[in-house]
């Protein structure tokens, strides 16, 4: 059975019984679906539990879909509730009986929905894409798969695309209704399954934790993922959430919710994610207590001061860099010297140092910055010193984007490397590319460090990895993995650390 969870308040009742009751009462003419959901004061939403979606973390409700149209309730001035189906299968039935005025499943707009559901695109563009087990044949083109099993989930965008036409070789299809995409693609790391099919998007949130799952190719071009709405009810709901998302696209909302939840999804390949995994599972509990000692003493997570340690030494204590920044927080003599630090190797000062000296940075970014975009700009300040993010910010606002928003800002940080901007800023060059990977790894590693510690969310699969091949290969990128505190050095040549998490940032998705 499926859950049924309200924003405001609990109901069992479908909304077409409360429609024949409200007109019982009042003897009226049926009342348009914007009417039904005005009068009633509450929009009825049912979807499924997934990152790309609605999910729930710590108390809190977040998910792309959610976030939309709680939005969409607000400008409408009705309540939100929320019921949580199993799977695709069920919102489907609930739609296809008027039980509710809005489906998200995370489909894109199929064949079969013709005459069944009124259709509203969300902006996220997706494509189903086949995905094997490494030790499997990589498939190239549908041809590569006749007669193997391809596995997806029940009611998704990909069945229809591998339906086979008449003369035409096709795989055997195998559809599940019981799991979803990660479990899935946790089939698929153990070699249970050799050949799924998932959506991308699904794909991009979940890939860093089956490093055994490899992208072979897509089934068709991109197609913009919807909301369904039942054909039974006019389509005034459905042009009225329309029109909102064309503001919200417009406005530059839309683009700015869909960095939040993807944007920082495509800094960690296969090789850093398995290392990743293994130095977590390694290295990380030598220092786990002590991240979280000082995570208490400043209010920081200790996942986002571990995940910048990572960044900047891979968790190792005696890391020293060519331009003299040391130790696993990797500061600077000067930074040291300032926050009381004496021995940058011993590990409990570094850590200590990097969270003391993040704060200072934190402080110096406006308050009216909303989070999470205030802790990214924090992040790039310690990377690239405060100077070069206000120039970049100041280049932001002069090209008519918004200087207090990160997925603005980003765009300019890398001009600061080019002659041509450059000259026109006050702190002058800079390697503006730096503090935009430097945050997205971040974020990256946070988010991997939130899925592996929150006890309620299932433990990503186990995988066999060789440490010692693992190390070898990554070990260039170890001895120059490490920051200095550019901003102390701006001239440094090394990526720099440290950071802050704010309550808020907890809706920062976990990927699972």
Not at 189 to 217: C, I, K, M, Q, R
Request: proline content about 6%.
């Amino acid at each position: 059975m499926s859950r049924l969870i309200s924003t405001f308040k609990t109901s069992h009742r479908p909304v077409a019984l409360i429609l024949l009751a409200a007109l019982a009462v009042s003897g009226c003419s049926r009342p348009t679906a914007l009417q039904e959901v005005r009068n009633e004061g509450a929009l009825h939403v049912i979807t499924r539990i997934a990152p790309s979606i609605y999910y729930q973390e710590r108390e809190t409700t977040t998910g792309y879909d959610y976030e939309l149209v709680s939005d969409f309730a607000r400008e409408l001035g009705v309540e939100l509730r929320v019921r949580v189906a199993e799977d695709n299968s069920e919102i489907l039935s609930v739609l296809s009986r008027n039980y509710a005025h809005i489906g998200m499943a995370g489909l894109a707009r199929l064949p079969e929905f013709e005459g069944k559901f009124h259709t509203v695109p969300t902006g996220i563009n997706v494509q189903s894409v086949v995905v094997y087990h490494r030790d499997a044949d990589r498939p190239e083109t549908l041809d590569d798969l006749q007669g193997d099993t391809v596995h997806m989930l029940a009611d998704s965008n990909h069945e229809h695309l591998l339906e086979a036409r008449e003369g035409e070789p096709a795989p055997v299809i195998a559809v599940h209704s019981e799991i979803d995409a990660a479990g899935l693609l946790a089939r698929v790391e153990t070699g249970e399954f050799a050949y799924a099919v998932v959506s991308s998007n699904e794909l991009d949130l979940n890939h860093v934790f089956f490093p055994d799952v490899y992208e072979g190719f897509a089934l068709n071009e991109p197609e913009e993922l919807v909301w369904l709405f039942p054909a039974e009810q006019d389509d005034s709901l459905a042009n009225a959430a329309a029109s909102f998302m064309e503001a919200q696209r417009n406005s530059g909302q839309m683009e700015q919710l869909a960095e939040r939840f993807y944007g920082h999804l495509d800094r960690l390949n296969f090789v850093g994610a398995q290392t990743f995994m293994a130095h977590v599972d390694n290295r990380l509990p030598t220092y786990q207590t002590t991240f979280e000692s000082y995570a208490r003493e400043t209010g920081l997570d200790w996942r986002l001061l571990a995940a910048i340690g990572y960044q900047e030494s891979h968790w190792r204590a005696n890391a020293v860099s060519p331009t003299g920044v040391r130790g696993l927080m990797m500061l600077t003599r000067t930074t040291a010297n300032y926050i009381g630090v004496s021995n940058r190797l011993d590990p409990e000062q570094s850590i200590k140092g990097g969270a003391l000296y993040f704060l200072r940075v934190l402080e110096k970014i406006p308050d009216r910055i909303p989070e999470p975009d205030r802790t990214w700009f924090a992040l790039a300040s310690y990377n690239v010193g405060y100077g070069h993010l206000e120039d970049a910010r100041r280049l932001t606002e002069s090209a008519g984007k918004n200087p207090d928003r990160w997925m603005d800002v980003k765009e300019f940080l890398p001009l600061l490397a080019q002659k041509e901007w450059y000259t026109k800023t006050r702190f002058g060059y800079a390697r503006g590319h730096e503090p935009v990977a430097y945050v997205q790894n971040i974020r990256r590693y946070y988010d991997v460090l939130v899925r592996v510690t929150e006890p309620e969310l299932p433990e990503p699969p186990e995988t066999d990895v060789d440490l010692a091949a693992l190390n070898a290969r990554d070990e260039s990128a170890e001895d120059g993995t490490n920051g200095s505190d550019n901003a102390d050095n701006p001239e440094s040549d090394s990526p720099s650390l440290r950071a802050a998490l704010p309550p808020e940032l907890g809706l920062i998705p976990p990927t699972l």
